[in-house]
Nanobody
Framework: QVQLVESGGGLVHTGGSLRLSCTAS????????IGWFRQAPGEERDGISC????????YYTDSVKGRFTISRDYDKNTIFLQIDSLKPEDTAVYYC???????????????????WGQGTQVTVSS
């Protein structure tokens, strides 16, 4: 059974940084694209980034470009999301998801992914 696990969330001040991690138990992520999503209270889930299986394709939603960086470490079977210059509006539960080799055209659409983690909370105080 595929299980994704996110970690690295926390409470930070505006302008701070966090590095989120997404790993899997009993499953190798090497051959899969990974998407990151977030959902703030009372809002819809939004796709924020995707990295292809070979790491060459990286995509970001406009609101995080220049502040978020997605990467992957094959030795650690882990995908990272470095989030810098955090703003209060970045407060949300962050999820990773997978299911395809390449980031799909609609990589920001959660319906493109089959497997999800339980999420990690990021809270940014003003």
């Amino acid at each position: 059974q595929v299980q994704l696990v996110e970690s690295g969330g926390g409470l930070v001040h505006t302008g701070g940084s966090l590095r989120l991690s997404c790993t899997a138990s009993g499953f190798t992520l090497d051959a899969y694209a990974i998407g990151w999503f977030r959902q703030a209270p009372g809002e819809e889930r939004d796709g924020i980034s995707c990295i292809s299986s070979n790491g060459a394709g990286k995509y970001y939603t406009d609101s995080v470009k220049g502040r978020f960086t997605i990467s992957r470490d094959y030795d650690k079977n882990t995908i990272f999301l470095q989030i810098d210059s955090l703003k209060p509006e970045d407060t949300a539960v962050y999820y990773c998801a997978t299911g395809k080799v390449y980031c799909p055209t609609n990589w920001y659409d959660g319906y493109e992914y089959n497997y999800w983690g339980q999420g990690t909370q990021v809270t940014v105080s003003s």
